[in-house]
């Protein structure tokens, strides 16, 4: 287990086994608070997860070879526990691909196709949007940045904001809690290959986050529901460290990278709301990235594993995210 050895350099204690709390159920507080490298509090990773009562939202389909062309069966969308039990069809759209589900910070909606449809939690009643990926910590509106700039669309009216100019077109994927910063990824830039960037919501200069030490593709970026953390593609795994704009490069340098034999190529993870769990797919670490494969959950403190999606179905990139338990 040489990839815990990163975990001292955060000032994390070992992993011990302490007794059962009473409730593990999982709370939905805004503002979030989360503990990446809290202390597994059950052994078996999926009894854990039952006990949280976290449920996701996922986009999946048969596992079939991909035709001619690479295209793969139309997904559909699903609700699930995190222990993987109680799966439930939402879509049945055999000739429309759903994908790409998008929790609210508040945990009372999710988009889905991009921010194309919202659905509210608790009802599942859904309605065209013709919103963005990305939400506003008060949960109002969607962000994205366009051509023209940073634009903000009001969930409940339609109404979009006059566009903030910005010094480069970037396809932002997460906003931080406190409103304040976009994270993304830029490809050939200030001489690195791949990038993770960020900048103020209120536009303003790009800032480049250090590189992982391996020094190969990174991408995907998101951060915690705190906003103390942020985990990406990097390493030919998923790693994990503070986000912290104060510093000179945007965190302290110290990376953990999960283990790249359960995490495969690719995982593009979602964080539970607790910090403790992150939702990601699971993409053979040799071949193609563009392959779908099921769908995982791993626990950041010791990198144990499990399987979301049923046996013989699968997803990709951020076909998932996490949803309150009911």
């Known amino acids: 287990m040489r990839w815990l050895l990163p975990l001292l350099a955060l000032g994390v204690g070992a992993v011990a086994w302490g007794e059962e709390a009473p409730?593990?159920?999982?709370?939905?507080?805004?503002?979030?608070?989360?503990?990446?490298?809290?202390?597994?509090?059950v052994k078996d990773l999926k009894e854990e997860l039952?006990?949280?009562?976290?449920r996701l939202v996922?986009?999946?389909?048969?596992?079939?070879?991909?035709g001619p062309k690479g295209e793969y069966p139309p997904r559909d969308l699903y609700l699930i526990n995190?222990?993987?039990?109680?799966?439930?069809?939402?879509?049945?759209?055999?000739?429309?691909?759903?994908?790409?589900?998008?929790?609210?910070?508040?945990?009372?909606?999710?988009?889905?196709?991009?921010g194309d449809f919202v659905v509210d939690a608790k009802t599942l009643k859904t309605r065209p949007l013709?919103?963005?990926?990305?939400?506003?910590?008060?949960?109002?509106?969607?962000?994205?940045?366009?051509?023209?700039?940073?634009?903000y669309k009001d969930v409940e009216t339609g109404k979009a904001t006059e566009p903030i100019k910005v010094e480069r077109r970037v396809s932002v994927v997460d906003l931080s809690p406190d409103g304040k910063w976009f994270i993304f990824e830029i490809r050939d830039y200030l001489g690195c290959k791949y990038t993770i960037d960020f900048m103020a919501a209120e536009g303003g200069p790009i800032r480049k986050l250090p590189n992982h030490p391996e020094k190969k593709g990174e991408c995907h970026p998101a951060f915690s529901p705190d906003g103390q953390w942020m985990c990406w593609n990097a390493g030919n795994s998923l790693a994990v460290r503070r986000f912290d704009p104060s510093?000179?490069?945007?965190?302290?340098?110290?990376?953990?990278t999960l283990p790249p034999e359960a995490m495969?190529?690719?995982?593009?993870?979602?964080?539970?709301?607790?910090?403790r769990y992150i939702a990601y797919v699971k993409i053979p670490p040799k071949g193609s990235w563009r392959v779908h494969s099921p769908l995982c959950i791993v626990r950041v403190a010791d990198g144990a594993t499990v399987t979301l999606s049923p046996p013989g179905w699968v997803g990709h990139h951020?076909?998932?995210d996490w949803l309150p338990p009911e």
Not at 50 to 54: A, E, I, K, P, S
Not at 89 to 96: I, Y
């Open 264 to 275: 495969g190529q690719d995982p593009c993870g979602r964080w539970s709301h607790c910090g």
């Open 130 to 151: 013709d919103g963005y990926y990305v939400w506003t910590p008060d949960s109002r509106r969607t962000v994205a940045c366009e051509k023209r700039g940073i634009v």
């Open 58 to 66: 996922i986009a999946i389909h048969p596992e079939k070879p991909p």
């Open 23 to 41: 409730s593990l159920r999982a709370t939905w507080a805004v503002p979030a608070h989360c503990d990446p490298f809290g202390t597994p509090r």
């Open 247 to 256: 510093l000179p490069d945007g965190t302290d340098g110290k990376i953990v």
């Open 50 to 54: 039952r006990q949280t009562g976290y």
């Open 82 to 114: 995190a222990d993987g039990s109680g799966l439930k069809q939402l879509t049945n759209t055999p000739d429309k691909d759903e994908r790409t589900p998008r929790t609210s910070p508040d945990g009372s909606m999710f988009t889905y196709n991009y």
């Open 318 to 320: 951020w076909d998932y």
